[in-house]
């Protein structure tokens, strides 16, 4: 087996792992996007990054562990050709600028359980803000042949409706973070991994327990959805994104409600929820101003607000699904 011998399609990028990674199935189509290296349990060579080079903080998690630790710590080596990630546990990342090699190293009390939860979700989101693609941080579902993206900070319900659509036969796309491309004046949405991170909580309002699905690792208190497992569907192709919904505070009656947004607002409400903005410089940022300024008159856009009632959630189902039957007329997938 050569040190790259396992190869993934996420987020539209060709993973090529020196080491299996869970929850990911081999890609049927190698090189189908621009190839990432991912060395895992090797730190970089000292070809690469010395040692003595310099390094300076450049980012600190305002959310402490436990300790006191802050959760996660980011660092920019030498002339920025590399940062470093630091999280709680003792994981490390290195990230290239050109965002085509990770490296990744865990303490012995962590598995590559632990670690996937992180390369899958925060640590290629960066990557790709690196390599110039926007991301939301969002969950994307597929209505026929279209993507439904939910918008919207931690604890805002991205996955939990996701998760439920999922049980009503819709595809999942992406958790967490929502990689576009743009093509031929529209937006697509990647397919990122089949499954889905859910919180207890979340797990008990759809299934009655949250016993019901297995822990992400043995060191994680999130469940894992494992699509697969559960006989619930991926959309393995980009979807044409149809539309938005930006997650807002949970209410009383008469919610779940639906509001349309200024184009201004839709806007200002999509650069607050764009993911990895710690590793953009300010070219970085003006092209992704750009970009999400020509998504806003090109998606629908609406502010969604969920029942504070947990048990309301099929109703905020049905809700998203007969307004989609308002949005144009399905468009095919992206070739």
Known sequence: MSECGFTYAVFGLTLQSNQQIPELALATQPDVGPAVNIHLSVSPPRTRIHPSDLEILKYTSPYSDEAGNPTLRMWSIGAGEFCRLEYADGTQFWLNREGTEVWATWPENSTIEDTATYLLGPVLGRLLRLRGVTCLHASAVAFGEQAVAFVGPGGAGKSTTAAALALRGHAILSDDVVALAE???SFY???AYPYLCLWPESVQTIYGSADALPQLSANYEKRCLSLGKQELPFEERPLLLAAIYILG???????PILEDIQPQQAFLSLVANTFGTNVVDGSMRAKEFETLGRLVPRVTIRR???HQDPNRLPELCQRICDDLQSVNSPRTALA
């Open 249 to 255: 505070e949970r209410r009383g009656d008469p919610a």
């Open 183 to 185: 093509r031929d004046a």
């Open 304 to 306: 969604l607000c969920a």
């Open 189 to 191: 949405v990647h397919p």
